[in-house]
């Protein structure tokens, strides 16, 4: 199961879980200035709120994965003692309306767009991706064309040898 990726770059640390990008609680606590226990108490008062397209609940596999990649500390060496909550961007703005803090409003525009520059980076790589192909298949289109111009072209290259001449004299 291998279907959690981390991107980090300089924003806050998102990643693809089950097939979504998503932003987990300790970081979106980090960014709203508040404890991960406050927040996460904020989103269970307010569960109504949180539609699973909202929140995800990673499961002990994806915690495996996410412990294994260092995005959160091994339980029991101060790490979270439950698997912590994963909230896709549509959350991550409903976050900030259950936080009601000016600290909260003004860094939920951070947080999205956060997610529309990762939008944008994986628009642009897949430009390129979709360029380089072309240019693949322009070049075997061509090397196609080389190749058929070298067979037609070698027999001509090929230096046929002289016949032998009789050598002059007698022979002992």
Known sequence: MK?????KKDGPRILVIRGQKVILDQD???????T???LNQAVRRNAKRFPDRFLLIVTRQELR???SQ???SKIGR???TKPPMAFTEHGALMVASVLNSARAIS???YVIEAFIKQREELATSEAILKRLAEIDRSLM???EALQDLYDKLLPLLQVEPEPKQRAIGFGV
Request: hydrophobic share 55%; glycine share 6%.
């Open 78 to 80: 101060g790490g979270a």
């Open 28 to 34: 979106l606590a980090r960014i709203y200035e508040v």
């Open 70 to 72: 260092n995005v959160i």
């Open 3 to 7: 279907d959690i990726c981390v991107q």
């Open 36 to 38: 991960t226990s406050a």
């Open 107 to 109: 860094m939920s525009i």
């Open 65 to 67: 994965l996410l412990i």
């Open 141 to 143: 289109v061509h090397d």
